[in-house]
């Protein structure tokens, strides 16, 4: 048990590095737009780069993941967001930061498929929802450790250095070093995952069966492990060929599920206060330095209710975790929307709804949808069609990086909420009325599930 803890927390880190990138920028947007002279809508671009890199990313991670294998797959996603971050630090223009920011954008998709599907593999039944949601509580560290990173380089950056090089992207231009910071968790990353095996059920399917079977021993010990086996073989044993498959009635349904839920996690507005949560703060009257310190509070929530996830997925079941919580999603941003409507934007009552906003999300829409995404899939087209899930956040969340701006300018911050309230219709439907509860089931009886029509 310790060792399947020990691989599954390696996986995560790969949201830790998702979480680490997509909230880093939330404290450089003011200083680079102030570098660049950007305009709302170049501004949108800078945010939304490495979200249209994440597209890219999960294009071509599916066939990466089914050819080359997960780990493979997680060691390509450190490289790329090493190299984003050298690259983001020492970029002379806006255009060579925008393509490394594309680079990282790569990055952040690669992992943000492969790490959930790798945990969901090596997982027994009983804490398989406990183990992938390991991945959302990292993206959630990440987000909150870098909102640790902007405050303490922003004091940093108050100081005075005798060194050119730290004197030029700690003092003069501290988003330099904001960027930088991702150097060292990428770094470390990358070296965790060498250590780490290949999927167990990723070796089946390539008739690796011995390795497999080493790897399933040591996880569950060799009397499971053959049994598990087993059924693996003969469930890629009747598996049709990958289109064939993905055209079934039963997975093409799924594969509607699952993407549109997971477009729906983004256009709720999460992202909109991960990116834009200093300005957001601002402009209800919080200076710079008090807005990035209500960023860190927001980060410390996160991963608090996240914890509950957690601790609750695989006993309550995904559907009552994602009913409750998109239901205090929609109540929370309808609520933001009246206090921004009305002025009533000093004290708690604003910071305290967006706490619940993140709350709600942290222990639903957050966890759920990767551990949905990594389950229901059958094994030989599990990469592809996770890849063109994931495919549609993505769409959904560079939907919101590039028109956040424009919203809060042109539709104010009060009609921009309300918008966002408004596509938590559609998620309560499906949590309702459509997604099955899928916790305490193999994968391997999920997808008879799902064959079956």
């Not at 209800?284 to 957690?310: E, P, R």
């Amino acid at each position: 048990m310790l060792y399947l803890i020990l691989v599954a927390f390696v996986a995560a880190l790969g949201g830790f590095l998702f979480g680490y990138d997509t909230a880093i920028i939330s404290g450089t947007i003011g200083f680079v737009k102030t570098k660049f002279e950007l305009n709302a809508v170049a501004e949108g671009w800078f945010v939304s780069s490495a979200l249209v890199g994440c597209i890219f990313g999960v294009m071509f991670t599916g066939l990466i993941n089914d050819w080359f294998g997960r780990k493979k797959a997680l060691l390509l996603s450190g490289l790329l967001f090493l190299i984003s971050a050298i690259g983001c630090m020492l970029a002379p223009t806006l255009s060579i930061l925008i393509i490394f920011r594309l680079i990282g954008g790569i990055g952040v998709g690669v992992a943000s498929m492969t790490s959930p599907l790798f945990i969901a593999e090596i997982s027994p039944p009983n804490i398989r929802g406990r183990l992938v949601t390991l991945y959302q509580l990292a993206i959630t560290v990440g987000i909150l450790l870098a909102y640790f990173a902007n405050a303490s380089l922003l004091e940093l950056s108050a100081g005075t250095y005798e060194t050119e090089l730290f004197s030029w992207i700690i003092q003069d231009e501290v988003w330099r070093a904001m960027f930088g910071s991702e150097c060292i968790p990428a770094v470390l990353f990358f070296i965790l995952v060498l250590f780490i095996p290949e999927s167990p059920r990723w070796l089946a399917l390539k008739q690796k069966n011995e390795q497999a079977f080493k790897i399933l021993s040591r996880i569950n010990g060799p009397e499971h492990a053959e049994q598990e086996l087993r059924e693996i073989k003969e469930t890629v044993g009747h598996e049709a060929p990958p289109l064939q498959t993905l055209l079934k009635p039963g997975i093409r349904k799924a594969l509607v599920i699952g993407a549109s839920l997971a477009f729906l996690t983004q256009i709720c507005g999460v992202n909109a206060i991960i990116y834009y949560g200093p300005r957001i703060l601002e402009e209800a009257g919080f200076a710079l330095s008090d807005a990035l310190g209500g960023q860190v509070i927001i980060g410390i929530v996160n991963v608090l209710f996240t914890l509950i996830a957690i601790w609750k997925i695989d006993q309550i079941g995904r559907r009552p975790l994602l009913i409750w919580g998109v239901s205090g999603i929609m109540f929370s941003l309808i609520m933001v929307g009246l206090l921004f409507y009305f002025k009533v934007t000093s004290g708690f009552w604003l910071m305290g709804f967006i706490l619940l906003f993140i709350a709600s999300f942290a222990f639903s829409f957050g966890p759920v949808i990767w551990t949905l995404l990594s389950e229901i899939y059958p094994i030989n087209v599990r990469g592809t069609a996770m890849s063109i899930a994931t495919l549609t956040l993505w769409v959904g969340t560079a939907l919101i990086g590039q028109v956040v701006p424009w919203m809060l300018e042109s539709l104010t911050p009060a009609g921009t909420f309300w918008i966002f309230s408004l596509s938590c219709i559609p998620a309560l439907y499906l949590a309702i009325k459509v997604i099955p509860e899928t916790k305490g089931r193999t994968l391997e009886e999920i997808e008879k599930f799902w064959s079956r029509g």
